[in-house]
């Protein structure tokens, strides 16, 4: 091959490291441009969603405020975030956490407890169990032995008693993995929630 030849296809394969390096920042600066356009609508869409989560799980409190002191999970495979003091007239009256981990598969819930220690609602963010199976934790259709559906019937529950499989609670037929599974975020939840109301001094120990 002639040194011509050789020549030629060394600048062919500069000018072609060119163009693909132009392609590239176009693209990077495109994509930019899209997030800075669309980031302050995606944070508000999540600021919307978690609101919602929180009035379902709280639905009397007026008011959440975020706060970032509270416990850790002391369970690795467990992961705490995103909890908010619920108020009321200006008046704390409980705490809303979510909680995130292991079941069957995963999920990850939002709880609510109020100064009582009681919890005012649960709600599932999102579980990926056995569908027909675990995932039967989030059916409004499905219904246990006292005739609510699984996550409606922690409602109104004393956390300070724990939650106990088929004990303080009745399992998902057919999934006591996932049923255990819940159990486990919900006892994770609930005592950094207290631990938190606790250390707030508007926790009744009574």
Same mark, same amino acid.
């Given at each position: 091959?002639?040194? !011509?030849? $050789? ?6 394969m500069?000018?072609?490291?060119? #163009?693909? #390096? ?12 899209? $997030? %800075? ?11 919307q969603?978690?609101?919602e989560?929180?009035?379902? #799980?709280?639905?009397? /409190?007026?008011?959440?405020? +975020?706060? %970032?002191?509270?416990?850790?999970s ?10 908010y ?9 409980g ?11 995963? /999920? ?7 100064? $009582? ?14 569908p027909?199976?675990? +995932?039967?934790?989030?059916?409004? %259709? ?25 004990? !303080? ?9 996932? +049923?255990?599974? #819940? ?8 005592? +950094?929630?207290? $631990? ?8 009744? %120990?009574?």
């Amino acid at each position: 091959m002639s040194d !011509t030849s $050789n020549k030629k296809d060394f600048f062919e394969m500069i000018r072609l490291g060119l #163009v693909l #390096v132009v392609y590239a920042v176009i693209a990077c600066t495109v994509l930019a441009i899209v $997030n %800075n356009l669309t980031a302050p609508q995606i944070k508000k869409n999540q600021i919307q969603k978690a609101n919602e989560a929180m009035k379902e #799980v709280f639905s009397f /409190a007026d008011q959440f405020v +975020s706060v %970032n002191d509270f416990e850790p999970s002391d369970n690795k495979n467990i992961a705490l975030s995103d909890a908010y003091l619920a108020y009321k007239d200006q008046k704390i009256i409980g705490g809303v956490i979510q909680v995130e981990g292991p079941t069957y598969d995963k /999920a990850k819930i939002i709880l609510g407890i109020d100064t $009582n220690g009681v919890v005012t609602g649960m709600r599932f963010l999102e579980i990926t169990d056995s569908p027909g199976f675990g +995932s039967k934790a989030k059916d409004d %259709n499905y219904k246990v032995k006292s005739g609510t559906t699984f996550y409606e019937q922690f409602t109104g529950k004393n956390a300070k008693e724990g939650f106990l499989t088929n004990q !303080t609670f009745d399992a998902i037929s057919g999934a006591t993995i996932t +049923s255990d599974g #819940v159990a486990a975020l919900l006892t994770q939840g609930s005592k +950094s929630l207290l $631990n938190y109301l606790e250390k707030k001094e508007v926790l009744n %120990n009574e």
